[in-house]
């Protein structure tokens, strides 16, 4: 490429710049985003209860779409580094340069209902330890009593909300401070967890692989069994709406690509790492617990609960910890590594609404960014949201609340990403996958599609929660009147500047 194209190239791409500081590096985008990860420990229960074996294929193949996933962001936020809150920050640039005036739609509906799936994990996180902690100080775990009642013990509700406030603090001081913060509790749940992930393997005297053969239902049916008259297929995408939400989370760290001081070096390791260790930790896990446990004591419901599991788990691999030493060991474990997920709840989403507000689609009052150089108006915006969300008092019913937005935010992103490579092939990109990558960038985008609308509507039924997918519907939608609200501020401004011509305005 001449120097007048590169510099043609570096140029092409026209938008607003985040601006916030940058003031970590790939270690510290790593970290914060194993919030991601770290929902394994909510899902994989979940899925080896219900479905037993039979839901190892269907947890591998949507953790492989995470990991190419990350690989796609790798290449968006490498060219993109100025671009703050991660993916949904990557659609309007590549839908405007073909598409300008659908573009702004795009862009206001991504990063919200990107919002809409990531703050509830700092709410449904907190609900998971805190419930823990209460457990293991022996204080109230019964729900609510008249005259005020709630879906979850008022030690958990407390608990939670304190929570919450205080993850605050890490989140308001900076990238710097959130990243530190991020890192010890990186390592004193990871390494723990990637240990038992592993345990096992060295332990053969425990492990039957036999109860992989096939990949049986729990109740012993072949993998295309009908299951409570719904189709094999019907049943695997309606779980594979769950799977989502959690496991193509791992993307998280491409959040703060942005505030990594070189991205074009960063963004690649950060992701390519971020998706690897995913997909480790998601494919492990599960298949961990079916051929230590089987599927005969998976049938209890009482595993789908993260701490029970991992406690009987880890008392069949290391049969020599004492039972109560485990348990502490355990509740420790997994009350850091929700915190962890909590942190970057905070953070990352507040990052999106703070770049959808600077590209002219939020209200005005949240692009203000702190002395720390953070988004704090964002960020507090995050936390009285999750305050109201922790109510809800379960976590299957946070997940289909929260994924009607998830999934969905990915599917204009990867169309942008074919759109990039499509029709500004020679732009700037430190990291580049190979060109058929575009293609598969489409494919990808019908899977999440199908798995987002069939999966969701399937699994609201087959989990009894139709509630809270609706409500989830109206959060996103909830998104027009602020839209609305944005488009009144503009106009305002621009009498504004008619009368005052003198006046400078304000940069959107």
């Known amino acids: 490429m001449s120097p007048d194209q590169h510099n043609h190239a570096t140029h092409d791409l026209g938008y607003t710049h985040g601006g916030l500081r ?32 039979s839901s190892i294929p269907i ?30 920050s990557y659609a309007y640039p590549a839908f405007s340069s073909r598409w300008p005036k659908f573009a702004k739609q795009i862009n206001g509906f991504t990063a ?30 019964t729900a609510g009593f008249t005259p005020i009642h709630t879906f979850i013990a008022w030690s958990t509700l407390v608990i939670s909300v304190i929570g919450i406030l205080l993850f605050f603090i890490p989140a ?63 049943v695997y995408v309606a779980y594979g709406f769950l799977l989502t939400w959690n496991v193509i989370a791992m993307e998280a760290a491409a959040c703060y690509v942005g505030e990594c001081a070189n991205p074009d070096h960063d963004a690649k390791i950060a992701m390519n790492l971020e ?24 049938s209890d419901p009482n ?27 355990i509740a420790a474990m997994l009350i850091v590594a929700l915190a962890l997920s909590a942190l970057n709840a905070i953070m990352g989403s507040g990052r999106a609404l703070y770049q959808l507000a600077l590209d002219g689609e939020f209200p005005t009052w949240f692009k203000k960014i702190n002395d720390h150089g953070v988004p704090a ?22 997940y289909s609340f929260s994924n009607v937005g998830y ?50 509507l399937w699994y609201s039924k087959i989990g009894n929660v139709e509630i809270y997918y609706w409500l989830g519907w109206a959060a996103l939608l909830a998104f027009l009147p602020l839209y609305g609200y944005r488009a009144l501020e503009d106009k305002r401004a621009a009498r504004l500047s008619r009368t005052a011509p003198g006046q400078a305005r304000e940069p959107v």
């Not at 990991?67 to 580094?81: D, G, K, R, V, Y």
């Open 22 to 53: 940058r003031e970590t590096g790939w270690w510290g985008a790593f970290v914060i985003g194993l919030a991601g990860t770290i929902l394994v420990t909510g899902i994989a229960p979940v899925m080896v209860t219900s479905l037993g074996a």
């Open 59 to 88: 947890t591998v193949f949507i953790t492989l779409t995470g990991w190419l996933l990350c690989l796609f962001l790798a290449e968006l936020s490498a060219m993109m580094p100025e671009r703050t809150g991660g993916s949904p």
């Open 112 to 141: 919200w209902a990107y919002w809409l799936g990531w703050f509830p994990v700092a709410p449904l996180n907190m609900i998971l330890a805190s419930a823990y902690l209460a457990e293991r100080f022996g204080l109230n775990t």
């Open 172 to 234: 308001y001081r900076g990238i710097r401070v959130g990243a530190a913060f991020a890192t010890v509790l990186a390592l004193l749940s990871m390494i723990p967890l990637t240990f038992i992930a592993v345990a096992w393997i060295f332990n053969p005297s425990v492990v039957n692989l036999q109860e992989l053969a096939g990949f049986p239902h729990l109740d012993g049916t072949s993998f295309f069994s009908s299951v409570s008259g719904y189709t094999w297929i019907q």
């Open 275 to 298: 998706g690897g260790y995913g997909v480790f930790i998601y494919t492990l896990v599960p298949i961990a617990f079916m051929v230590v446990l089987g599927a005969k004591a998976l």
């Open 303 to 329: 595993l789908a609960d993260p701490k029970t599991i991992f406690v009987t788990f880890a008392g069949k691999v290391f049969p020599g910890v004492a039972g109560e030493a485990l348990n502490w060991i």
């Open 377 to 398: 108006r964002a960020m507090a915006f995050n936390v009285v949201c999750s305050l109201v969300v922790v109510m809800a008092g379960g976590a299957v019913e946070i």
């Open 407 to 456: 999934t969905i935010s990915f599917i204009p992103v990867l169309i942008g990403y074919y759109l990039l490579r499509q029709d500004k092939p020679h732009l700037r990109r430190p990291f580049k996958l190979p060109e058929f990558m575009k293609y598969v960038a489409l494919i990808l985008a019908a899977v999440y599609f199908v798995f987002w609308l069939f999966g969701g």
